[in-house]
């Protein structure tokens, strides 16, 4: 080590020199403790154009929750990164996104979790019928940080992608042109557009046929009859107008939850610098509660602008009829549990226990 101590005497004799010897400027001003940074001030983020692609109109809790991502990113980047939001299937549709995200052309996407069963199954788990009890537990799972959205968004990472955090929309409901569904004996003869795999086999139960299709194509598949029903929330089935080309709708008590997986490419997240993760991780989660804010408003703006309408006779589903189509979701999950794993559904089911 430096011999610091046998120097000492000498230092303040050496200083008084040297300050002789300066030119005379102002008296410096005394050392301050070190302040915190002010949140963002000194960083200087990289100039960078990103997209984000979605499936849904802006006017739905995903379109408004990335356009806001989109706000975020721009007001905390001091403008340098632009975050373009391409709604309504605008650059890709559903699948096709994925494959886009996985190959870099694109940066984010939100995909209702079932699409991403292709990849991971575990993430059909989700939106399985009767896994959340309620929308209290499905806010559980979307809080940023919870530990079964944290263990099912890890899992992405094999596939190339970054889960970065969930998205609620609301419960789904069915909707049809043929005949009001009350009891699952009214679904048979009935064919309706699916999402994805979970809700496929939900419906085959209830005793209907399914087509799962990008969501891109269900209102030409509803208008030209190719189908005669889907299942969605008001959100999305009034923005698509869906209920335009629809007779009959039924208000389910629970059953499945929309939800949404946000996701990034792995390998271009990873090489940025640490100051652009943390700006868009911190975006992503404000963007996170926002969507969960604005959700259950939205569904239910949904619901009075589809009553307003007059164009579909509603029925609210009652706690005996919704217990008949239960059978059919208990059916479904039991079915699940060798292709997803029993324990992510358990681990799922147990945040609809309260606190
Ligand atoms: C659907 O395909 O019905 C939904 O996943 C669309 C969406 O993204 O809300």
């Not at 005497?9 to 008296?27: F, K």
Request: proline share 6%.
């Amino acid at each position: 080590m430096f011999p610091l101590t046998g120097w000492l005497p000498v230092v303040p004799a050496l200083l008084l020199v040297l300050s002789a010897c300066a030119p005379q400027r102002a008296a410096a001003p005394e050392p301050q403790p070190a302040q915190p940074q002010a949140a963002g001030a000194k960083t200087e983020y990289p100039t960078m154009t990103l997209k984000f692609n979605h499936v849904v109109a802006r006017d739905t809790p995903k379109g408004k929750a990335a356009d806001k991502f989109a706000a975020l990113v721009k007001q905390k980047s001091g403008g340098k990164i632009d975050v373009q939001v391409f709604p309504n299937s605008e650059l890709y549709k559903d699948g096709e996104e994925l494959e886009a995200l996985q190959q870099g052309a694109i940066h984010f996407i939100a995909p209702g979790t079932d699409k991403l069963g292709v990849l991971i199954p575990a993430w059909e788990a989700p939106v399985l019928p009767g896994i959340f009890l309620s929308e209290e537990a499905g806010d559980k799972f979307v809080e940023p940080g919870n530990a079964v959205a944290k263990e099912l968004l890890e899992k992405l990472r094999e596939k190339g992608l970054l889960g970065l955090n969930v998205w609620l929309n609301g419960f789904k409901h069915f909707t049809s042109s043929k005949r009001a569904l009350i009891n699952p004996d009214d679904f048979k003869g009935q064919k309706f557009r699916t999402s994805g795999k979970p809700d496929e086999a939900f419906v085959k139960a209830l005793g209907a046929s399914a087509q799962v299709m990008a969501f891109s194509e269900v209102f030409g598949a509803l208008q030209q009859g190719v189908v005669d029903g889907q299942f969605n929330t008001p959100s999305n089935i009034v923005t698509q107008k869906f209920h335009e080309v629809q007779k009959y709708g039924t208000v389910s008590r629970g059953g499945v939850i929309l939800l949404y997986a946000v996701a990034t490419n792995a390998k271009w997240f990873d090489s940025q610098t640490p100051e652009v993760k943390k700006l868009l991780s911190e975006a992503m989660d404000e963007a996170t509660r926002f969507n969960n804010k604005v959700a259950a408003d939205d569904n239910k703006a949904g619901w009075a602008a589809i009553k307003a309408s007059g164009r579909l006779e509603l029925r609210e589903q009652t706690e005996a009829e919704a217990k008949a189509w239960a059978v059919a979701g208990d059916q479904v999950l039991k079915e699940w549990e060798a292709r997803t794993g029993k324990e992510i559904i358990e681990k799922l089911k147990a945040l609809n226990n309260k606190g």
